[in-house]
């Protein structure tokens, strides 16, 4: 039986799930052809060399187009590295535990199709830490008040991130019976980040990956230890694991 490993289970259980969905789709097509592209190859390749040559050049062009398949397919391709960059997340979140901190990852908004990558409940308040696993290339730059993230506006990338921090509020609020904060965080892999000044947009810092756990833990203290093990408690009830 697998284990999980310390303070990562669950981290892009849910991009990784819809990956292997979206990979399925189509699986069927994908094999038919796959199977007419070797035999063609096996025909062609026999007919010159002979069988064995025939039967290798097979078996060389379905791994090719199998492997071609798998790294080409956009929207597969997108959620698998969603997943991978969710796992490196918690990874570098884990330290946070020892601190006394609550560390969730990949948790059910209820009513809500929408998940929380990681949601973080210590001493310094509570935080809901969305990662985006971009290629290297993407550019992030800011042209006056406004951000730039590639070819698109910067409220783009937070939108999610805000609705998912106002329902954690909502929720946790009326769990305790007063008001809660939770300050929302892009936990950004790949493009450069400026390290000096923090880029926010609608108020949501962009931090590349490796600073958001000291970003979180060199603030002050706002909560005690009992709000912190009520909220915990409050977290744990109310946004359950998204994939079981």
């Keep these: 039986m697998a ?19 979206l990979w399925a789709e189509g699986r069927r097509q994908r ?5 007419v592209l070797a035999l063609v190859a096996a025909v062609v390749v026999g007919w010159v060399w002979g069988w064995l040559a025939g039967l290798a050049a097979a078996v060389l062009v379905a791994l090719v187009d199998a492997v071609y398949r798998w790294r080409t397919h956009e929207a597969v391709r997108t959620w698998r590295k969603g997943a991978a960059g969710e796992r490196k ?23 809500s199709r929408a998940n929380v990558d990681h949601l973080v409940i210590g001493k310094n308040g509570v935080f809901v830490v969305d990662t985006k696993n971009w290629s290297k290339d993407k550019r ?13 506006w910067g409220d783009k990338a937070v939108r999610s991130v805000l609705f998912e921090t106002r329902r954690v509020s909502d929720l946790l609020g009326a769990a305790v019976g007063r ?31 490796s600073q958001v756990r ?7 203290a706002r909560l005690s230890v009992e709000e912190v093990a009520r909220l915990s408690a409050a977290a744990e009830r109310l946004f359950p694991p ?3």
């Design 31 to 35: 094999l038919i052809l796959r199977a």
């Design 179 to 209: 008001p809660v904060e939770v300050t929302p965080v892009l936990a950004i892999h790949g493009p450069n980040v400026p390290l000096l000044r923090v880029m926010k947009v609608d108020g949501v810092p962009l931090l590349r990956a």
């Design 242 to 244: 998204y994939t079981g």
């Design 3 to 21: 284990v999980s490993r310390p303070g990562t289970s669950g981290a892009g259980g849910s991009a990784q799930a819809r990956y292997r969905e």
């Design 214 to 220: 000291p970003w979180i833990a060199r603030g002050g």
């Design 140 to 152: 992030i730059t800011r042209r006056g008040r406004y951000v730039h993230i590639g070819g698109t």
């Design 89 to 111: 997340t918690a990874r570098m979140l884990r330290p946070l535990r020892r601190r006394g901190y609550t560390v969730l990852h990949d948790r059910a908004l209820p009513n």
